[in-house]
């Protein structure tokens, strides 16, 4: 939020924000070079001509719990409530590729989103939806390869060609390293895996996004507008030279380039932050990597509101939070849209809260005129002066990640995950001291909070996912596993394509645990530094 201090007031990003804005705000401002038009470089008032006149962004609801059975179930409401595209949420031993009966996956199996341990749950969790009507979403990181091809196979299953489908994963592993910390693999051998995956899809899933570069959970973890945009597209310029050095042309793969961010409650800031990512993007694509495909100079990205900004004090202000915060990802031109759930600071969203929270995303695409132009703050003193401002403050940290040799360098620096600290603690600072206001929490609270009864996960999940994983491996061909998994060994210790005798295990029932260790044999774990 704005934060005031005597008389002046900042951006998130720490900005001056002046009380009246007008032509002298833009005194040498070139229109023709800053904006283009709507759908043309360098793509700042959005990457398709008619943006949001034509048909909406994609409602495109989080949503993962428990047991895949649990899961199918909430997406078969979210799509009978008008939901346009799905986005599976992984438990925590999943996104760590550990199977649920692992030890170390103890108390946490199906807590934050669903488990899957072999093809067995991907069945069941896509049971009855047609994967070549839906585009699903996969916010998986170090696991991707494997989630993929779980979906791959469960389609072909369907009768379903790969060439049908449509989605993305995430598979941004560089910012596990700064703020998330569901890494699996060293930086090295993860960004190989990343070019396997880029070279594998374009052969093989034409359709499909093989990356989401998320400034997300930078955000949540406090960076910055500024820092969310400079660090998320540093990361992008680290996975287009890694592909680039693997051999393959820009236009080859760019294209099918996505990027996730946040959206929160300060509107001004936000849309000019997507506004300012569009433009840097298109220019390092053109004039850093050269592409000559307009797609591959086009930013396209997926934003969530922000989850981190909401409170479990007085939960249904929530509401108004969320629907502000989808309200600045549409005006800053966004491709789809999650809106969380007003109980999300408590628990598990309910059905009823998931509901309302595609039904905010509704009232904004049908009851407002906001998809009516395209960029409706185009020309606005303030908005333009804000993008160019966080473009500059952008490209001067983006400078930073450079002269410490990239973001792999900086990330091994510290430099990023220091710089995100710093701004998460002065967000402390703020709140604690009441300089920022969080209503119900330092300012309008309650004298007693309404009691509210949460979705609660099943504990006994854990039992139940260890008892199908010891049927899986009781049924199993347990020669054909160990061979797959022996010829998957082979390719990750030499240049071959780790996806493809990757299928071949998963399609023999090997579990997401002994795929990963099978990899984690040969290319080890990542240990971070003391340093940082």
Request: charged share 25%; with cysteine; aromatic share 8%.
């Amino acid at each position: 939020m704005a934060r005031e201090s005597g008389s002046a007031r900042s951006t998130e990003s720490g900005l001056p924000i002046e009380p009246v804005y007008g032509p002298d705000a833009l005194e040498g401002w070139d229109p023709a070079g800053k904006l283009g038009e709507p759908g043309t470089y360098p793509f700042t008032r959005g990457v398709y001509p008619t943006m949001y006149t034509g048909r909406p962004w994609t409602m495109r609801q989080y949503a993962g719990f428990g047991t895949a059975t649990e899961s199918n179930a909430r997406y078969k409401q979210l799509i009978a409530n008008g939901t346009m595209g799905l986005s599976v949420a992984f438990d925590l031993p999943t996104q760590m590729g550990h199977d649920s009966d692992a030890p170390i996956a103890s108390g946490e199996v199906g807590k934050v989103g669903v488990a899957i341990d072999s093809i067995d749950d991907m069945r069941v969790l896509f049971g009855g939806i047609p994967l070549d009507k839906v585009s699903t979403s996969m916010t998986i990181n170090a696991p991707a390869a494997l989630l993929l091809l779980l979906y791959q196979l469960v389609a072909e299953e369907q009768g379903v060609s790969a060439d049908k489908l449509t989605g993305t994963i995430q598979n941004d592993v560089l910012k596990e390293y700064i703020a998330r910390g569901t890494y699996i693999f060293p930086p090295k051998p993860s960004l190989r895996l990343i070019a396997d995956i880029f070279k594998y899809c374009k052969a093989e899933i034409p359709k499909w996004n093989t990356i989401s570069i998320s400034g997300y959970h930078m955000a949540e973890a406090g960076a910055s507008p500024a820092q969310e945009i400079a660090f998320t597209l540093a990361d992008g310029i680290e996975y287009v030279r890694t592909a680039v050095a693997a051999g393959m042309d820009v236009d080859d793969f760019a294209p099918r380039l996505s990027f996730f961010f946040v959206a929160r409650t300060t509107i001004l800031e936000e849309v000019a932050k997507f506004r300012a990512a569009r433009r840097i993007w298109a220019r390092v694509m053109k004039e850093e990597f050269g592409a000559k495909n307009p797609k591959s100079l086009m930013l396209r990205f997926h934003t969530q509101t922000a989850g981190v900004q909401l409170t479990a004090q007085q939960p249904e202000v929530n509401l108004v939070r969320v629907a502000v915060q989808g309200l600045a990802a549409v005006l800053g031109g966004t491709q789809s849209l999650h809106t969380n759930s007003f109980d999300e600071a408590i628990a598990l969203p309910t059905d009823k809260s998931a509901r309302l929270a595609l039904r905010t995303q509704q009232v904004l695409a049908y009851e407002t005129d906001v998809t009516a132009t395209v960029d409706p703050f185009a020309g606005s003193y303030v908005i333009e002066r804000m993008t160019d401002d966080v473009e500059a403050a952008a490209l001067e940290l983006m400078r930073k990640v450079e002269d410490l040799g990239g973001a792999v360098n900086a990330i091994e620096h510290g430099f990023q995950k220091n710089e995100i600290e710093r701004s998460a603690y002065r967000i402390a600072q703020e709140t604690d001291s009441g300089e920022r206001v969080v209503v119900g929490v330092n300012r309008f609270q309650l004298d007693e909070e309404e009691p509210y009864e949460p979705l609660r996960v099943d504990p006994a999940i854990e039992a139940q996912q260890a008892e199908r994983l010891a049927r899986l491996r009781a049924e199993r061909d347990q020669q054909a596993v160990d061979s797959a998994l022996t010829a998957l060994r082979k390719a990750a210790e030499g240049e071959d394509n780790v996806l493809y005798p990757m299928k071949e295990a998963l399609k023999a029932r090997a579990t997401v645990g002994e795929v990963c260790n099978a990899l984690r044999e040969v290319w080890g774990t990542y240990v971070p530094s003391d340093a940082f």
